[in-house]
């Protein structure tokens, strides 16, 4: 990267050049919460529960194209079944598919009957834990994801503000996730849940709604924690979270919103995801979800920063993605207009390169 001149003279006879004048070139973006499993339609696990493993497969590979179409050139996916996301992964690695790198946390660890169950990771006490641990890294798994509060697509489980674990079953979770070399992150809406995954020493938090019986209650004590022990927040909003308004009122909508500005203020490390494969969260609007910081109030080279370097960092990732400098893979893309001043412009693709690799798509 550099001036023309510099760059040219660099490049050997042969190399393809792709010449975009008036474009902006910035690394290529990051979604740190997707769920390709899930095909974002109205009964995703339903959809699920009826698929065969093949036909999984297939339609998690056709999610992967949409999110690299996009302009996604790394994802992270926090939970699939039969860890099927790991022969993916290294089909795109190999340039045998299209698709961004991916990172996946196989089978999620949850209580039985809990949020998510049916992906495959309940466990009952810590020697469970630590065999589903066990069998997730021989499995290929990235990371380990843990279901430490319940969710709302998942009737019969915990309320989304419920703890599932208690602070002591999730530092084992931690421990033995660490020894094996692999960060953790923990879904977590509850505050109680929140508390336990920072007591634990999780790398990242999802969605971190802090909820007390479904009542806010944001905690700063908490938050200074979570800046000191760097944990990494994402919030995991849907591309479309205009709806969340409609459904909430904007009066409650903006009290939920409220609190990522909340932590900002406090320094905490926020990063970009959109749960993508649940209903309204679909695979190929990323930029859409990055707008809700921008009615936030947050500065553009922000949300670009917060979508691109900083996520890198939360996926341990900083040393090979999310910038462009000399070593970094080639996961970049070139856009029409300057996002800096009009963050659509990241709609309007020019050129997508993972590792390099043009795919078919823009």
């Known amino acids: 990267m550099g001036p023309r001149d510099v760059v040219e003279g660099l490049?050997?006879?042969?190399?393809?050049?792709?010449?975009?004048?008036?474009?902006?070139?910035?690394p290529g973006l990051i979604n740190c919460h997707v769920h390709l499993a899930f095909d974002a339609g109205?009964?995703?696990?339903?959809?699920?529960?009826?698929?065969d493993d093949d036909a999984?497969?297939?339609?998690?590979?056709?999610?992967?194209r949409e999110l690299l179409a996009g302009g996604v050139t790394t994802a992270r996916d926090l939970g699939d079944r039969g860890a099927l996301a790991v022969p993916l992964r290294d089909a795109i690695a190999a340039?045998?598919?299209?698709?961004?790198?991916?990172?996946?946390?196989?089978?999620?660890?949850?209580?039985?009957?809990?949020?998510?169950?049916?992906l495959g990771g309940e466990v009952t006490d810590a020697a469970s834990i630590r065999d589903r641990i066990a069998r997730n890294v021989a499995a290929g798994a990235d990371l380990i994801k843990v279901m430490a509060?319940?969710?709302?697509?998942?009737?019969?489980?915990?309320?989304?503000?419920?703890?599932?674990?208690?602070?002591e079953q999730l530092r084992i979770i931690v421990a033995e996730a660490h020894d094996a070399g692999l960060r953790v992150a923990a879904h977590a809406h509850g505050t109680a849940s929140i508390v336990a995954a920072v007591d634990a020493g999780v790398d990242s938090i999802e969605h971190c709604t802090w909820l007390t019986d479904g009542v806010p209650d944001e905690r700063d004590d908490i938050a200074a924690r979570?800046?000191?022990?760097?944990?990494?927040?994402?919030?995991?909003?849907?591309?479309?979270?205009?709806?969340?308004?409609?459904?909430?009122?904007?009066?409650?909508?903006?009290?939920?919103?409220?609190?990522?500005?909340w932590m900002d203020d406090l320094g905490v490390r926020l990063v970009t995801g959109t749960d993508?494969?649940?209903?309204?969260?679909?695979?190929g609007d990323f930029v859409g979800a990055l707008g809700l910081y921008e009615h936030l109030g947050f500065p553009l080279d922000r949300i670009i920063e917060m979508a691109t370097t900083r996520a890198a960092g939360a996926l341990g990732l900083a040393e090979e993605t999310?910038?462009?400098?000399?070593?970094?893979?080639?996961?970049?893309?070139?856009?029409?207009?300057?996002?800096?001043?009009?963050?659509?412009?990241?709609?309007?693709?020019?050129?997508?390169?993972?590792?390099?690799?043009?795919?078919?798509?823009?």
């Open 56 to 64: 999984l497969a297939v339609g998690m590979a056709a999610r992967a």
């Open 11 to 26: 490049a050997g006879p042969g190399v393809e050049r792709s010449d975009h004048p008036g474009a902006t070139v910035l």
């Open 42 to 51: 109205p009964d995703p696990v339903g959809s699920l529960r009826a698929a």
């Open 322 to 362: 999310g910038r462009l400098a000399p070593g970094y893979a080639a996961d970049l893309i070139v856009v029409r207009g300057d996002p800096t001043t009009d963050l659509n412009a990241l709609r309007d693709l020019e050129l997508v390169l993972a590792r390099g690799r043009r795919p078919a798509g823009p």
């Open 276 to 283: 993508a494969g649940l209903p309204s969260s679909g695979f």
């Open 95 to 118: 340039g045998e598919v299209p698709g961004p790198r991916l990172l996946a946390a196989t089978a999620p660890l949850t209580r039985p009957g809990g949020h998510c169950w049916f």
């Open 226 to 261: 979570i800046v000191d022990q760097g944990i990494h927040i994402c919030s995991a909003m849907s591309p479309n979270w205009r709806a969340f308004i409609d459904r909430l009122g904007p009066e409650r909508a903006e009290r939920s919103f409220a609190r990522l500005r």
């Open 149 to 167: 509060s319940g969710g709302q697509m998942t009737p019969g489980g915990a309320a989304m503000w419920e703890s599932q674990f208690d602070a």
